[in-house]
């Protein structure tokens, strides 16, 4: 088990305003680090915490490039005077997804070959 002082602090990063993924990633690769103090004003000695960094950052992207968007939730909890939290992200996590209800169609299909689009969508009407 990896220690806590192993780990790069997200604090540190945190104190020098940087706290999402879409400031360090340009063009769906990771920011030089010149870009990087340049623009955050890093000292200097943050270059190995920015070596730490694109060494996680290309072991979890392996897909190049990344593609970064604002999902839902997140353009929510990023709106300022929010209100009624709880209630919200519970109506975007409890929504139907397409994709989940495709997957499921898939699944039934390959349970019962003989399901046709009309059974589906009888199975489709009977969920609350």
């Not at 190049?64 to 968007?69: G, Y």
């Not at 604002?70 to 009624?84: D, N, V, W």
């Not at 997804?97 to 689009?117: Q, T, V, Y």
């Amino acid at each position: 088990m990896a220690s806590k002082s192993r780990l790069c602090n997200l604090g540190l990063w945190g104190s020098m305003v940087i706290k999402y993924l879409a400031q360090i990633v340009e063009g769906g690769q990771l920011k030089p680090n010149q870009t990087l103090r340049a623009e955050h004003q890093l000292p200097t000695h943050m270059i190995f915490r920015y070596m730490q960094l694109s060494h996680a950052f290309q072991a979890q992207f392996q897909i190049s490039p990344l593609d970064i968007s604002q999902s839902t939730l997140e353009r929510y909890l990023r709106q300022p005077g929010l209100q009624k939290a709880i209630a919200w992200i519970y109506a975007i996590l409890l929504k139907p997804s397409g994709s989940h209800l495709e997957r499921l169609r898939l699944k039934w299909k390959a349970d019962i070959p003989a399901m046709d689009e009309e059974a589906w969508k009888g199975v489709i009407e009977q969920i609350p």
